[in-house]
């Protein structure tokens, strides 16, 4: 009888590993070293269930991912910090996968101003 | 439509609220771990592994409206949070995926509701209940893929 279960469980033991390696959760998808990017803000949403910008570098846009809404604010960051247009440098960690234009950002420098929205993780910064 | 929903009073109110959305993701999750539970033990009885066959009139009767309640709780809750961004949601094959496989399953739902009287033969029975668990569960693997795709 317990055997009749048996295919269920094979099949939920296969497709989890199915997950891919790129994500937004997480660091797993992306790169150990910190990698920078610098360019003009195309769009930006500033809310749950994290923030992001798509920002414009030399005619490719990039998907910069921050902290989720409430770390972001709680490192300064809300809707009135930036604005489409305006420059944008980004300090994190870029997608393992060379193919997408994506990262995370540890720390976001715009308007004259720095946020890090992984203060933790902006420490290990330096010079970068 | 698209950016009406983007435009509608809750969606907005959603994305900048920091107590509330995590309150409906929590509610999302109470309401499908209610539901697939339902729809689980609901299966297994149909295809014999779980209570005796005479039970399982009985077992329907009992899950089939906690089932019924707890999707109506997942769909509202899964709106309001797709509201938040629907233009990214639609945009993700997960997603995408997650409301074909949700189609499917509610298709098959709705036929093993209407047919199961005396119409159904014994091996259709358990062949819809086996293929409503696997759906459920694909709707569900999904939608927790959904934060890990883009």
Redesign the interface.
């Known amino acids: ?1 317990r055997l ?2 048996l295919p ?1 469980a094979i ?2 033991a296969v ?1 989890l590993p199915i ?2 390696a ?4 997480g660091w797993s998808w992306t790169e150990t070293g910190f990698f920078r990017l610098e360019g003009i803000i195309k769009s930006i ?5 994290h923030v992001t910008m798509d920002v414009d570098v030399e005619g490719t846009t990039w ?1 910069v991912e921050l902290a989720p ?2 770390p972001t ?1 709680a490192a300064g960051f809300t ?1 009135a910090s930036a604005a489409i247009g305006d420059e944008v440098t980004a300090i994190g960690n870029r997608s393992a996968d060379h193919g997408e234009s ?1 990262m995370k950002a540890v720390r976001i420098i715009v308007n004259g101003r720095t946020y890090d929205v992984y203060p933790d993780r902006a420490k290990a910064i330096e010079g970068v | 439509m698209i950016e009406a929903l983007a435009a509608w009073g809750p969606g907005v109110f ?5 107590w509330l ?1 995590p309150l409906v ?1 929590a509610l999302h999750i109470l309401g499908i771990g209610m539901m697939v539970c339902c729809v689980l033990l609901m299966d297994a009885a149909v ?1 014999g ?1 779980w209570g005796r066959r005479a039970g399982q009139q009985a077992v329907i009767a009992a899950l089939r409206p906690v089932a019924v309640a707890a999707l109506v709780v997942a769909a509202l809750s899964g709106l309001l949070l797709f509201s ?2 629907p233009g990214e949601y639609l945009a993700n094959p997960a997603f995408r995926l997650k409301l074909a496989l949700l189609g499917l399953a509610l298709a098959n739902a709705l036929f093993f509701i209407v047919f199961s009287g005396k119409a159904l033969a014994d091996g259709w029975r358990r062949g819809l209940a086996g293929l409503s ?2 759906l459920w ?1 694909g709707v569900l ?1 999904c939608g927790r ?1 959904i ?4």
């Open positions: 009888m009749k279960f269920l099949l939920l497709s997950a891919p790129y994500a937004h959760h949403y500033v809310g749950n269930p998907r809404l409430a604010n809707e994506r | 959603l994305r900048t609220s920091v959305y993701s295809l592994l938040v961004r668990a696997l569960l693997f893929l934060g890990f795709l883009d």
